[in-house]
């Protein structure tokens, strides 16, 4: 990504929680960023909307039934091509007109057009956690043999990659995650089976889309941003910690082999990471609200329960089988949130399904591209099954 501004930036999931803040950043950035293509899965009605606020090159949306309803919408609107489809998002993430690629959409679907961008060389912005989960090695290697930069947008990864400017020569001993523990923190597992929807749908610090608050409200999510983190840092499993911290102050620390310990701290708002990836190396003015430890005069830190949340345990471990093991982690908890989100489920089955999905599914342990998609389709396939069953 180029230092100087205006930076072009293709946001892909735009209609999405981390999409419509990263355009209110760029709109209090006016100067600084272009768009260039938006994408959205099925909210056809913001997507317009942004797109003629915005005016980019492109515009897809993944639903391909609405596809008409968004070309006749822009048809007054001849510089922005209307495109639809998966194979349509993943071209428009390889195209030349972007210096900047935000990866903003939601699960295993942001896989495949972060490969285009980074085979075409483009900088990444990276808030689909489930690309490096899915595929770390492979997205690493891709990374180096391109020689792209990939900025985490996560609230965590972006606290531990701040911490870790300008400390290229000291090594790392260990990384600490900091989760909020989300709406059932402290819950037994009896009271877990009783949780519903609308529950599990209020976190007590953050406004984020469906899946993702269901599965913070379980610890998937954090789960996920372990095995994510490895990959990011390039870490042995063992240097990877997990601590609770309810206020979600400290967004995330790192330690270093003289013992000492750095922190990012601020206010639970998406806005300043994503900022950060778009704007690195430089920090830019903003009207944010700010922190003040006057307004948290108490931090507190307590052991996360892998023990009534299994989620966080069945992605350490899956984590330590490599190989496909984490994309069968993440394809099954996709199925399992749909199906708890549609009230087939309890929120303790979800971890049920997980859990007998990576001791069904074929297990690989160098696997390729390919192999990932195949993965993720039998994996899926198996889910629906004991989704089924349950």
Not at 169 to 193: D, H, M, V
Not at 239 to 255: F, M
Not at 354 to 364: K, N
Not at 373 to 379: A, K, L, M
Request: proline share 5%; charged share 20%.
């Amino acid at each position: 990504m180029p230092d100087s501004f205006p930076k072009r930036v293709t946001l892909l999931g735009s209609t999405g929680s981390i999409g419509t803040q990263a355009l209110d950043v760029i709109r209090s950035q006016p100067g600084r960023f272009t768009v260039t293509a938006l994408s959205a899965h099925s909210n056809a009605e913001l997507l317009i909307q942004q797109a003629r606020e915005f005016r980019p090159a492109a515009v897809v949306i993944g639903d391909e039934a609405k596809y008409e309803t968004v070309k006749a919408a822009l048809a007054s609107q001849p510089e922005t091509e209307v495109l639809a489809g998966a194979a349509a998002l993943a071209d428009v993430a390889g195209r030349d007109d972007a210096d900047v690629v935000l990866t903003a959409m939601v699960g295993y679907a942001g896989l495949l057009p972060t490969v285009r961008a980074i085979r075409a060389g483009k900088t990444i912005a990276l808030a689909n956690k489930e690309t490096l989960v899915v595929a770390g090695q492979l997205i690493t290697d891709l990374v180096k043999q391109h020689g792209v930069g990939l900025y985490p947008v996560d609230s965590e990864h972006s606290a531990i990659f701040q911490c870790l400017v300008g400390e290229e020569q000291n090594p790392i001993e260990k990384i600490i995650l900091t989760a909020s523990g989300g709406p059932f923190r402290g819950c037994s597992r009896e009271q877990l089976a009783q949780v519903t929807k609308a529950q599990a749908l209020k976190h007590p610090n953050w406004d984020m889309g469906a899946k993702i608050t269901i599965d913070s409200a379980s610890l998937m999510n954090k789960g996920l941003e372990v095995i994510e983190a490895k990959w990011l840092f390039d870490l042995r499993n063992d240097q990877i910690e997990v601590i609770v911290h309810p206020q979600s102050i400290v967004h995330s620390l790192v330690q270093f082999e003289d013992g000492s310990l750095k922190a990012q701290l601020g206010l639970p708002d998406m806005k300043l990471p994503i900022q950060y990836a778009l704007g690195y190396p430089q920090r830019l003015p903003n009207t944010f609200p700010r922190f003040s430890f006057l307004d948290y005069p108490k931090l507190t830190f307590e052991q996360a329960d892998t023990s009534a949340f299994r989620n966080l345990g069945l992605a350490f471990e899956a984590m330590s089988r490599a190989g496909n093991a984490p994309c069968i982690l993440n394809a099954a908890n996709e199925i399992a949130v749909a199906a708890f989100l549609r009230d087939e489920i309890g929120f303790l089955q979800m971890s049920d399904v997980v859990e007998s999905s990576l001791a069904r599914v074929s297990y690989l342990a160098t696997p390729t591209l390919d192999d990932y998609v195949q993965t993720d389709y039998e994996t899926r396939r198996i889910a629906r099954e004991l989704v089924g069953q349950a």
